[in-house]
């Protein structure tokens, strides 16, 4: 295990990269150097042959996240504050279409950049603590408005988003916001055990469903089938 000031990155099983924000003081909040740190990573892991599933969690157990650090963010004049939402927001997307499956194991409060990262990952695993928020609407802002409709429908999204409601855990496993709510002590290793299970499979089949079933999302069924189609000849001439 290796330690930077505010991210502790780990590999507790073959194949499985874990990133754990380390920031309890501030509610796991994210800085500058924080969020570049771990953009840094997720970016090494996306060539690395070795690393084939990665765990997203945070220490202290009252927040997964907070959202963006506000006492830096005080400083930041007009000019500043665009150039880090240039420099952050698309981590989100980074993170989306990232080549391996990334899970996130969330304890405690998932507000504002916290319920965006979460979003963004492939499979939520929560504790009965889980607590959601997109904030933006709140600010005059429209937040998750991509990524929130594709885990629990379009409807149920704009409310949400509309609102700027809190969601706990139980209904957010009922609506299929997480995948499924384990106790706080069990949570890293029901994540790294859903990791590891992915890691043993093959990557090339691995990254054929991340991005078919992706992609199945704006296409008609038969589109969907044909890419599914074209992806299986592809492989069984080579061409992955």
């Not at 909040?29 to 996306?46: G, I, K, M, Q, S």
């Not at 405690?108 to 492939?122: P, R």
């Not at 959601?132 to 704009?158: E, H």
């Not at 890293?188 to 199945?216: E, F, H, M, W, Y």
Request: glycine share 8%.
């Amino acid at each position: 295990m290796t330690t930077d000031p505010t991210l502790i990155v780990a590999t507790p099983a073959p194949g499985v990269l874990h990133l754990i924000f380390n920031r309890p003081d501030v509610h796991n909040a994210y800085d500058t150097p924080t969020f570049t740190a771990f953009a840094e990573h997720l970016d090494r892991a996306a060539t690395d042959p070795d690393i084939r599933a990665i765990v997203i969690s945070a220490r202290g157990g009252r927040a997964f996240s907070a959202g963006f650090d506000i006492h830096e963010m005080a400083g930041f004049d007009a000019a500043t504050m665009r150039r880090a939402f240039e420099a952050r927001d698309p981590v989100f997307g980074r993170v989306a279409a990232h080549p391996l499956p990334i899970i996130a194991a969330i304890d405690g409060i998932c507000f504002g950049a916290g319920a965006l990262l979460a979003l963004a990952c492939d499979m939520r695993i929560a504790t009965p603590g889980f607590r959601f928020k997109v904030t933006a609407v709140g600010y005059g802002c429209a937040n998750a408005t991509w990524s929130l409709p594709r885990a629990v429908g379009a409807p149920r999204a704009k409310a949400i988003l509309m609102t700027g409601q809190v969601v706990e855990a139980e209904e957010a496993e009922r609506i299929g916001l997480v995948n499924a709510v384990v106790e706080a002590s069990d949570l890293d290793a029901r994540a790294i055990a859903l990791a590891s299970a992915i890691a043993a499979n093959p990557p090339q089949g691995i990254g054929g469903i991340k991005t078919l079933v992706d992609s199945s999302l704006t296409r008609a069924p038969i589109e969907g089938w044909q890419a599914e189609y074209d992806w299986m000849i592809a492989s069984m001439t080579g061409a992955q």
